[in-house]
């Protein structure tokens, strides 16, 4: 029995393999999701594949990275006719004097939803493993951000990769004097920003320190 699932698997691996091979490098998916994601494809009508095929061409027009946060936005939400910004970075109500950093775009979304944040952001990328790989984060460019700003709030998840993160941070922006906060406790153990409800992330603005 055992032998005969594995050789199906084989088939269908063959059968969908670059397929599958592109779904393996989305966040959290792994081989079994991939291969359900390249049948649930192959079940659908060609006007599904077209549409999806054509959005996905599509998204280096619709979508644009903001130069300054490095968050993605939509084109058509432009901080204006001759700014490359995005309509936060740009806006003139925000407070220019702190910056939050957050991992990834979804954690921005679920602050700026919260609606009590007036302040600038900064899109990380990620949070270092704790094999201290550092690639594809943007420290670099923090630490030349970091400078013009009176206070960063770190609002990384409370893990030991966001912790971790944290710590290095705060040893590279010494140098700058800035002053660091942490969002406050109101996020439990191992909560992630991304699922946290809008009480949740005002009480942890709140009680940062
Ligand atoms: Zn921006």
Do not use: W
């Not at 594809?136 to 990769?161: G, T």
Request: include cysteine; aromatic fraction near 10%.
């Amino acid at each position: 029995m055992v032998r005969i699932i594995r050789k199906i698997f084989r088939i269908i691996s063959i059968m969908f393999n670059k397929l599958i091979e592109y779904f393996l490098k989305f966040p959290g998916i792994g081989p079994r999701q991939a291969k359900r994601f390249a049948y649930f494809l192959a079940s659908q009508d060609e006007k599904f594949i077209k549409d999806l095929s054509g959005e996905i061409s599509d998204i280096k027009n619709k979508i644009k990275q903001c130069p300054d946060c490095f968050r993605f936005f939509s084109r058509s939400d432009l901080g204006g006719k001759r700014s490359d910004l995005c309509s936060i970075c740009s806006g003139l109500n925000r407070d220019k004097n702190i910056l939050m950093l957050v991992e990834k775009d979804v954690d921005l979304e679920s602050i700026e939803r919260a609606g009590i944040y007036n302040g600038k952001y900064f899109v990380l990328g990620g949070v270092m493993p704790l094999t201290g790989d550092k690639n594809n984060l943007r420290f670099k460019e923090l630490f030349d951000k970091a400078k013009n700003y009176k206070e960063i709030i770190l609002a990384l998840s409370a893990n030991v990769e966001g912790e971790n993160t944290a710590r290095y941070i705060e040893k590279i922006l010494e140098p700058l004097k800035v002053k660091i906060t942490h969002l406050g406790r109101g996020l439990s153990t191992g909560a992630e920003l991304e699922y946290s409800d809008s009480e949740t992330i005002k009480n942890a603005l709140e009680g940062r320190k």
